[in-house]
Structures are given as structure tokens and as C-alpha cells.
């Protein structure tokens, strides 16, 4: 094994000429490593990314922690956004990650960037029409890590099922040497989907949240009947909460394409609850029935 690497130890690398030189070390070596991104505030979501990482045979866990601030807007949570190092370095020691990385903003933008990512047509649809910018933010930051880190596995939530689905694209469109592994949605008991942002929302509006994942299982209960009833239904369980201030609410292909008439489809759902913005969506079976 190379010098800068022991097996089973949590290796933290701020500096990107040190993650730079592990990693080359590590495919010299043979290793393969399967990479967890991640902007910390860690919590199960990113536990079960990293549990899905490490499960992945003769692979070295590695997962980085930045607020990437290329994929927030200029009024979006940048600055607020929680920042809890060391309680992410012990989660991450917890979960038996070797290599964290930790840059700074300095070190992975020194000076722009000039060059960005382009998301194509999707990038600007669902996510993209609110958050001008955000895929091409993500693409640019995921970019960097893949060429910095050099994966061979890199592990995404489906939480995020529209940025999994550009990834997958840039992957395949960028001839990129990586393989893309999708994982379900964590979620509460109460059905509200993990994400750092619930950090934000008081107990009252943590109970109107709830109405998102509510608003998926209705959708998905009566998916034999069609996209126009799944909607509706969706719709109406939104419609029963008025402190949620729905951004949109859409049925599409598995691809994000326009949804097929029967088959695998994907319901996603993006709303504001007081200056919280969250997202969520799940997998239905157009006119097949739930199961
Ligand atoms: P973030 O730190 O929010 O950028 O998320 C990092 C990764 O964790 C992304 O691939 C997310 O999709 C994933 N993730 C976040 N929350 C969840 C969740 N509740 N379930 C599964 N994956 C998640």
C-alpha cells in the first residue's frame, strides 16, 4: 500500500494536491475507489449512500464534503447553509470512510471558474426553471471531483432524482470512466424525505412537510387509473395544506422524459414551506397498479 494510505483509517484531505496524490497512488496501486459526494450536515440519506459504497467489492470509500457554491443562486441558502465538520468527520468515521475531502472554496475555484458544464435541455426543466444555473453547478462540481478523485464507483441519492439523472447523462455524453449508482430515498418514520434543509423548518412547518411524501403516496396509490388521476390526487393532498407553496408538481419518464401511458414513471414534487425550499418524488407504475 502507498505510504499516504492505511487500510480502515479515516484519511481527511482539505488540500487538493494531497487528494490528488492518494488517489493516483491508489490506482497505481490497483484500488478502486467509490466516491460519496456530498455538501455535509451528513445525516441517514448520506449514511446509506456511504453503507451502499462500501458494499461495492475491493473498493476504498471515499466521500467529499463541499458547499458547492456554483449551484446556488445568488438568493438561495449559500451563506446559511450548516457546515458541521467534525460531526460529518465522526459520521463519516462511523460509516468506515477512508478518504474525506474537504477542500475549500479557494482551492476548488481559485479565480472562477471560466468553464462550466452545460446540462443540456433538462437542465433547465423542473429544477433547473427555478434554479437557473444549478445543474450546470452541480455538473461542473461533480466534474472536478471524478477527475480529482478518479472513482470507479460514484454513489448518488435518488433524492435528488433529477441531478441523478443528469450525472448518468454526463457520464455517458462525456465518455467519463465511471459507473453511477442510484439509491432509494431515506426517509423518517413519518414518510418525509432526509435532507439537510429539514435543519431549517420549525416543528409546525416540519408537520405541513410531511404533506410532500404524502402527496407521492397518493399520486402512486392510484397509478392503474392513469397520469391525469395520479396528479389529481397528488393535487389534492397538497391542496389540503396552505402553508405549502407547491413550485411544481410533474409526472415524467424514468428517464425525465415525458411520461409513457403505461409503465415506469417518476412523480416529483418541489415546494416552499415558509423560506424552505424541499424535493421529493418516487416511482410509479402507470396503469399497472402500485405493485
Ligand atoms: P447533498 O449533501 O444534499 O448534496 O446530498 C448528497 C447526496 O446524498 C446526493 O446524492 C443526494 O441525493 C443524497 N441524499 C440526500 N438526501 C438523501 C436521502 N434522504 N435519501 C437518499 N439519498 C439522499
Do not use: W
Request: net charge negative; charged share 25%.
Amino acid at each position: 500500500m502507498t505510504p499516504r494510505f492505511t487500510p480502515g483509517q479515516l484519511h481527511v484531505h482539505s488540500g487538493l494536491d494531497d487528494m490528488v496524490a492518494t488517489a493516483r497512488a491508489l490506482r497505481a496501486v490497483g484500488r478502486k475507489i467509490a466516491l460519496v459526494p456530498t455538501m455535509g450536515a451528513l445525516h441517514d440519506g448520506h449514511r446509506q449512500l456511504m453503507r451502499t459504497a462500501r458494499r461495492l467489492p475491493g473498493t476504498v470509500l471515499a466521500a467529499s464534503i463541499f458547499v458547492n457554491p456554483l449551484q446556488f443562486g445568488p438568493d438561495e441558502d449559500y451563506d446559511r447553509y450548516p457546515r458541521p465538520l467534525e460531526a460529518d468527520l465522526k459520521i463519516c468515521g462511523e460509516e468506515r470512510v477512508e478518504l474525506a475531502f474537504t477542500p475549500s472554496r479557494e482551492q476548488m475555484y481559485p479565480g472562477g471558474p471560466e468553464i462550466m458544464v452545460d446540462p443540456g435541455p433538462l437542465g433547465g426543466e423542473l429544477e433547473g426553471a427555478s434554479r437557473p444555473g444549478h445543474f450546470a453547478g452541480v455538473l461542473t462540481v461533480v466534474t472536478k471531483l471524478f477527475t480529482i478523485i478518479q472513482p470507479h464507483y460514484a454513489v448518488f441519492g435518488e433524492k435528488d432524482y433529477q441531478q441523478l439523472t443528469l450525472v448518468r447523462k454526463l457520464v455517458r455524453d462525456l465518455n467519463l470512466d465511471v459507473k453511477v449508482i442510484g439509491v432509494p430515498i431515506v426517509r423518517d418514520p413519518d414518510g418525509l424525505a432526509r435532507s439537510s434543509r429539514n435543519a431549517y423548518l420549525s416543528d409546525e412547518q416540519r408537520t405541513a412537510a410531511i404533506t410532500l411524501s404524502a402527496a407521492l403516496v397518493a399520486g402512486a396509490r392510484v397509478s392503474a387509473g392513469g397520469a391525469a388521476v395520479v396528479l389529481e390526487s397528488a393535487r389534492a393532498v397538497l391542496d389540503k395544506e396552505p402553508s405549502v407553496a407547491v413550485d411544481y408538481l410533474e409526472l415524467r419518464g424514468a428517464d425525465l422524459g415525458p411520461a409513457p401511458e403505461h409503465g415506469e414513471a417518476r412523480l416529483l414534487v418541489a415546494a416552499r414551506v415558509g423560506s424552505t425550499r424541499l424535493i421529493d418524488n418516487s416511482q410509479v407504475f402507470l396503469g399497472q397498479g402500485e405493485d
